[in-house]
């Protein structure tokens, strides 16, 4: 079942919850607080299986025609059952509705780790497209892939 979430506490609780599960991602403390901490502003969907959530995505605005796939998250053991692609339609169906054009997303650019490169692949499984790299963005080691897609 996929639900909006609203409370920022329960934003949180569930953003701590899927994340600090996910080391290969999210692994770097200082980043993962971030996420956390600023899930509890974002436009929030979760999947749930027996009152549990297995997995999140957040969107922030980044422009008043753009709004960010902010973070996202689903539990190892829920990969590769559709729980991503449901998140993302809910998501894509709320920024739709309030009346964005474009949704991005950035990630690690493809061919740096295995874990990420499944992730570029999943991106561009959804219809997102290839807008530019930064190679500096977050550091040396991790060049920036954005990813983009029109909602019109």
């Known amino acids: 079942m996929i639900r909006d979430v609203s409370d920022p506490d329960e934003k949180r609780r569930i953003a701590r919850l899927i994340l600090e599960a996910l080391p290969e991602w999210f692994g770097i403390p200082e980043a993962r607080e971030d996420y956390i901490r600023e899930a509890a502003d974002e436009i929030m969907v979760v999947s749930e299986e027996g009152g549990r959530p297995n997995g999140f995505l957040c969107l922030k605005e980044t422009g008043k025609d753009t709004a ?85």
Not at 78 to 93: D, M, N, P, Q, V
Not at 107 to 118: A, F, H, I, N, S
């Open 68 to 152: 960010e796939l902010a973070v996202m998250g689903v539990l190892k053991e829920h990969h590769r059952k559709g729980i991503g692609t449901a998140l993302f339609e809910a998501a894509k169906a709320i920024a739709v509705e309030k009346g964005y054009s474009f949704l991005q997303v950035k990630t690690v650019q493809m061919g740096r780790y295995e874990e990420y490169d499944c992730t570029n692949l999943f991106y561009l499984s959804l219809g997102f497209k290839e807008f530019e790299v930064f190679p500096t963005l977050w550091d040396e080691w991790n060049p920036c892939q954005i990813y983009v897609m029109s909602l019109k």
